[in-house]
């Protein structure tokens, strides 16, 4: 009866840790889709232009000066078109995207929007975000005077997929013809974004031949940091990434983590102490059965084992209910709380990779939790065991 | 280790003593210098009040326990000084064992019981080694009961499950303690004169502690312990009669 329980109480315990593990690990997938769907992993740059002082300080002075900062203007890359195929040559690098970006009005009729104007290869600009997953209406194409709006902008315009619209930029000019609708999962981002080739922005923004910034899409997200910091100290750019652009977001996620491994630690510790509290008892309980054991011959290693085993057990065959328990939540979970469009909030799952971690882990922790019981009981005296 | 001589005697206790919590105010003797010598074949009997050390004397013998000082040989070994391991083994291929409650594993049945010993040598129960576990069985009557669980057998049906145990590796000696001390008249005689049976077919010597004076009367020497010492010692006879069981 006590092993029944303990097992029902490790599966509880395993199933709330793997559905605590499965929810933030689905929230924090959702908001990195969310987050990273319209924007690169690591994005290069042209560095900031900055004052060069007039004249070098004679040596053994000390110069006091007070500089006004630079007002910044839109720089290409030099040479981006060499740096490209470098920058694909690189393990962790999954696709780069030139692009040129600037302001700009959008007008139609009597409306007008200040839009972000984004110039860009479809093919290639499409692998770093996937631009062609968001399209919400009509079908992305950006053939020359051809474009791709944010859906929020499209609405503010009185746009829609086939209707044209005009682009100004300072002293010039572009009519376009809408291909397609995007959300780019920030409503912000859709009321301003206005996609167009990259020859055309080019000719926008007056920067023939040029590309403001090279977006980067990496084979693994959590690997950002050490590509920009290693394309800083290859290449004189500026290189950020996604991590440094959403600085909050990934102290949320952090600290999100770190929640949660306690959470999965006390769950851990929990589990052991209740398997040991069992078996503590079940090595008193069987003193008897341990002391006849040893009197027929047994070794106390074997005694050992007894408990080893029985921990083990309990924690395999908890993990195994639990791990079925914490899948049926999920069910639940996905079936009945919903977002007010009547969809799942967000996808979880549990892969079949942590499935098996939490097993073995819930194992680990039977045999650890068996380890002071089992000493114990190997180190009964059969004599005194055998007469209470 | 020092081979057995043919005349050497099976168990050989000299001037062996047993102190309970030494150095501290309770520390006490239980037994006083005790001389034994038990020879192949025997059917002795080992009598004597309660406190008088036979408990203490039967678990030194059967290797569960270490004098305090003394010789103790088994088949001409010492065995004071080996270590716990050395002993464990050895307890497991010469001695078997009978208690006053039979001890059996209750989640096992009859015959799973009876292949514990095995299974602790090999990890695993040979096919010779059940087919011995049936023929025990058989020999103590239990050839119906094989596939029975303790609870479902009464208690001389146990204790014979428990006999059969303490042979299947065919130990030269087998220790009792008060094996008929949890039964019935009727089954403690059939008991009793199963382990006269067992003695005759197979040679194995028997240590009965008992304190059943018409039983001992059946064995053929009787060892008397009194406060710690070995009070009589001979062959069955008009000592059983005067013998000391309170």
Known sequence: MQTVLIVVGVAAGVAGGALISALI???????????????????LQAPDDVVAPAALPVPGTTVLSQTQPR????RSIANWQALVPLLEGMDEIAGVSPMV???GLALRGEAVQSVALLGVDLDRYDRVV???????SGVARLAPGESVLGRELAQDLGLRAGDRFTVQTGTRSESLRVTALVDLGVKDLNRRTVIVPLRAAQNLLALPGGATHLELTLRDV???????????AQFPYQAESWQENNAQLVSALNAQSISTGIIRGVVLAVVVLGIASVLVVSVVQKQREIGILRAMGATRGQVMRVFLVQGAVVGALGSVLGLALAVALIAMFTRFVRGSDGLPLFSIGL???TALQVALIATVCGVVAAIAPARSAARLDPAQAIRI | MAAQSPTDPLIALAAITKRYNVGRPSEAE????VDLRVRAGEFVALMGPSGSGKSTLLNILGLLERASSGEYRLQGQAVQSLPDATLTLLRRHTLGFVFQFH????????LENVTLPALMGTGRVGRAQEERARQLLDAVGLAGAMDKRPAELSGGMQQRVAIARALVLDPPLVLADEPTGNLDTASSGEVFALLRRMHAERGTSFLIVTHDARLAAQCDRLVELVDGRIARDGPVGPAVAGCSTK
């Open chain 1, 222 to 232: 959590w690997v950002a940091q050490d590509v920009a910091r290693t394309l800083r």
């Open chain 2, 30 to 33: 239980v037994l006083h210098g």
């Open chain 1, 71 to 74: 007002a910044q203007r839109l």
């Open chain 1, 130 to 136: 996937g631009l062609r997953s968001k399209v919400v």
């Open chain 1, 25 to 43: 690990s689905g929230l924090q997938s959702n908001t990195l889709n969310k987050t990273l769907g319209a924007q690169a992993h690591v994005t």
């Open chain 1, 351 to 353: 892969p079949a990779a």
């Open chain 1, 101 to 103: 970006s600037g302001a």
């Open chain 2, 103 to 110: 001890h059996l594993l209750p989640a096992f049945s009859a």
